[in-house]
């Protein structure tokens, strides 16, 4: 069944677990994360991103995932809109059935330019009375995503600040967050405390102090009842891009969030993950991989299925490690 965000993340508060977001672009991502939750017993967060819309059309995307909720009727779905730029965007996808939707006012219109905290307290607020209205949940955003180590957002095409930004911003406040939430009524909060978006997140192996763990603790302890959201949350598995390296493909040195440290900030308020880059490098070390052991094969579900199984065994092993598994 459908159901909205602040129902399942109260639910994930009460129980100490956290969800994993999956970014949903194509037929293959969605069963691929149905069929993890199914086989874990976990509840599902699928988010389609503006550039998910733009690829399959916000239709094909809604009844994709209506197709989810169809198949799998005893996994409970949150249908979020990841990213919103705007509330004239955020009123599109409530109108259009999501049951959860992103106002990202840390950043412009243009997804790149960071705000001022009053522009962002004033789309936000205005998206949350639409959206209550609506039963529909409401996650803003609150300091600006970035790498610690480098400083930058990351995504080069997406969502992101442009230029290096300095350690004021890429740490949100713990005293603003709980004013961001007063004035806002937000049900989720999005905080920058060292992850970025993409695969590019740090150029050096970790060694367990990726993430502000203290700062994750900090806005924890001051808004308890707001459920944090990490974005920029994949692990950039090493397994994965020596098989896309093996198969002809060309991705430099490159590490993201351990598993660990999420554990860690689930341990402290942090209820959804999201995750986007991990799925595809799966799918294309997939890919890779199937096309260069079997050069005469021209079917594409012979490849994409390969595809589905590698997304799914990295959706499992999500659910597992985040408490969300037995859930359902
Ligand atoms: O917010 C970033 C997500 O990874 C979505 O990226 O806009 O390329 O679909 P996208
Ligand atoms: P990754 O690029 O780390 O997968 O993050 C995805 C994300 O935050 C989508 O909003
Ligand atoms: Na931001
Ligand atoms: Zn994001």
């Given at each position: ?55 399959a059309g916000?239709p094909f995307l809604?009844h994709l ?264």
């Amino acid at each position: 069944a459908l159901i909205s965000m602040r129902q399942l993340l109260d639910h994930a508060a009460e129980h100490g677990y956290g969800v994993p977001a999956f970014n949903v672009n194509n037929l293959e991502q969605m069963r691929a994360i149905m069929e993890a939750a199914d086989r874990t017993d976990s509840p599902v967060i699928v988010q389609a991103s503006a550039g998910a819309r733009k690829y399959a059309g916000a239709p094909f995307l809604r009844h994709l995932i209506l197709a989810a909720v169809e198949e799998f009727p005893h996994i409970p779905v949150v249908m979020h809109q990841d990213h919103g730029t705007s509330p004239a965007v955020c009123q599109r996808s409530i109108q259009l059935g999501f049951s959860s939707v992103m106002m990202d006012g840390s950043l412009g219109e243009d997804g790149k330019t960071p705000t001022s905290y009053d522009y962002n307290v004033d789309v936000t607020r205005r998206t949350v009375e639409m959206a209550h209205a609506c039963g529909v949940s409401v996650e803003g955003e609150l300091g600006c995503l970035g790498s610690l180590e480098t400083g930058m957002a990351g995504e080069e095409d997406g969502i992101g600040a442009e230029g290096k930004l300095d350690m004021e911003q890429l740490l949100t406040d713990p005293e603003e967050a709980a004013d961001f939430v007063k004035a806002t009524g937000v049900d989720a909060l999005a905080i920058a405390i060292g992850t970025s978006h993409g695969a590019y997140k740090f150029t050096r192996p970790p060694t367990g102090d990726t993430l502000s763990i203290q700062r994750i603790k900090e806005i924890h302890a001051r808004i308890p009842d707001t459920h944090l959201v990490m974005h920029g949350s994949s692990s950039v598995p090493q397994e994965w891009l020596e098989v896309i390296n093996a198969h002809g493909g060309e991705i430099p040195e490159t590490y993201g969030v351990p598993v660990e440290e999420i554990i860690e900030g689930i341990k402290h308020g942090v209820r959804k993950v999201n995750i986007d880059t991990d799925l595809r490098l799966a799918s294309t070390g997939a890919v890779r991989r199937f096309l260069a052991e079997n050069p005469s094969e021209f079917d594409p579900r012979k490849f994409l299925k390969e595809t589905v199984s590698a997304m799914r065994e990295l959706c499992i092993a999500r659910y597992e490690a985040f408490g969300t598994a037995g859930n359902a």
